[in-house]
Every structure is written in C-alpha cells, then in structure tokens.
C-alpha cells in the first residue's frame, strides 16, 4: 500500500538556521502531496501542497518540489524563526472512494532563540 | 462561522460513561473524517464520510461508534472506553473531487480515567 516516511525528530535548529526536513513516499499513480503543521494544542493546518511532478509548493517561506524521480517531497525554509516550533506531517492522497490522506509520523522541530 | 470546529476541546470520562464528540464544518464539504492521534504514534484514521454515507471503518472497536446525519456534522459516541484511549480526536472534513487535502478542527483532547 502507499506509505510515507518522514526523518526521525527530534529536529532542534537556532533561529535563522536552514530548515529540510526529509518525506520520502511509497506510491501507484500519481498522488497529490501535501505538508501539515500542527502547533502545540492545536489541529493540523495545511502548509502547502503540489499535486504533480516538479511542482513546488510554497507558503510562509516554506518550500517542498515534488520529485517524482526520487519519489520525495522535503520541506525546506531558509531562516527559521521561533515561532516555526511545531509538528510537521509530510502527506499523500490516494484515491480509493473518498478522498484519503496517508500522513508520515511527523516530525518535531524546535527552534530556540 | 467558518472552518472545522470541534466540540468539547477537553473531555475527562470514566470508563463506564457515554460520551459523544462533535465535529461541525461550514466549508461545504462532502467527505468528513475521524482520525486519533495518540503520544509517538502516526495518526490513526479511524472512520471516513462520503457524501453521509461510511465508506471505511479501520478495525475499530465497537466501543466507538460514529454518526453523520448529514454533510455538515460528525459525531463520535463512546461508551465503555479504556485508558489506552486517551488521545487526541481529530475531525477533518474535504472536497471529495480534487486533490484539496483536508481541513481539520483543533481536536478533543480525551482523558479517560
């Protein structure tokens, strides 16, 4: 089946250090992918997505290109901030019916000042 | 309002008590999700809602029971559940058609004693 799979965390960076945190995916087809941020207390929120190969998605300064190639989608920011602490999931929709997300085990990162 | 909201955010039962989460979205969406998130482990799906109808149920105990009267609102009714229950409950809600991902709500936060 698909499967997707994260770098282990614990991630600790200092602030403005360059963030990439790695998502290798196990896929048939094509799927969309996608990056959620989830902060303390909260749900996950979409990052960003790209739904085909070499696409880039982008938001907040956070960028993740689909590689279909080396079957990845690494997250990526150039200056960390603080605030960027948080949960990140790297997904993968398939579809069986409904939509569905295949999410990674998600990867903690801490940024200190 | 907008969004995936989630009632109660905290939810403290006893392992003999019937509860029920409630998960209402605005979004117009057609395919509403349940999804458990527990310490070091990946999310769970649990149950997925296409267009009112369950269209997955991944092995999950009889003890949680899942209903969506209609394409706005989820619930989840618990009765007799165990310690190794208590999580995180994620609702998600999507746009059957097209690679949008999910938007989820901030969770109930279940501790059962």
């Known amino acids: 089946g698909n499967s997707v799979t994260q770098m282990e965390g614990p991630v600790t960076l200092s602030e403005e250090a360059f963030l990439t945190i790695n998502c290798t995916y196990t896929?048939?087809?094509?799927?969309?992918l996608f990056w959620y941020v989830q902060y303390p207390g909260e749900g996950l929120q979409l990052l960003l997505k790209?739904?085909?190969?070499?696409d880039k998605g982008s938001n907040k300064g956070f960028e993740a290109t689909y590689r279909k190639e080396t079957t990845s989608f690494h997250l990526e920011k150039g200056s960390v901030q603080v605030s960027d602490s948080a949960v990140y999931f790297c997904?993968?929709?398939?579809?069986?019916?409904?939509?569905?997300?295949?999410f990674g085990q998600g990867t903690r990162l801490t940024i200190n000042p | 309002e907008t969004g995936v909201t989630q009632t109660p955010r905290h939810l403290v039962m006893g392992m003999t008590n019937k509860k029920s989460l409630k998960c209402e979205q605005h979004?117009?969406?057609?395919?509403m999700y349940w999804y458990k998130q527990s310490a070091k482990k990946p999310l769970e799906l649990m149950f997925v809602?296409?267009?009112?109808?369950?269209?997955e149920n991944n092995s999950v105990p009889s003890r949680f029971s899942p209903e969506c009267p209609n394409s706005s609102h989820l619930f989840l009714h618990l009765h007799t559940l165990q310690p190794e229950d208590s999580a995180l409950y994620l609702c998600?809600?999507?746009?059957?058609?097209?690679?949008?991902?999910?938007?989820f709500g901030s969770g109930t936060r279940l501790t059962v004693v």
């Open positions: 896929a048939t087809g094509y799927p969309s």
């Open positions: 979004l117009g969406h057609n395919a």
């Open positions: 998600a809600s999507s746009q059957d058609e097209g690679p949008h991902g999910y938007t």
């Open positions: 809602y296409s267009l009112e109808e369950r269209v």
């Open positions: 997904a993968l929709s398939e579809r069986q019916g409904a939509q569905k997300l295949v």
């Open positions: 790209a739904t085909k190969a070499d």
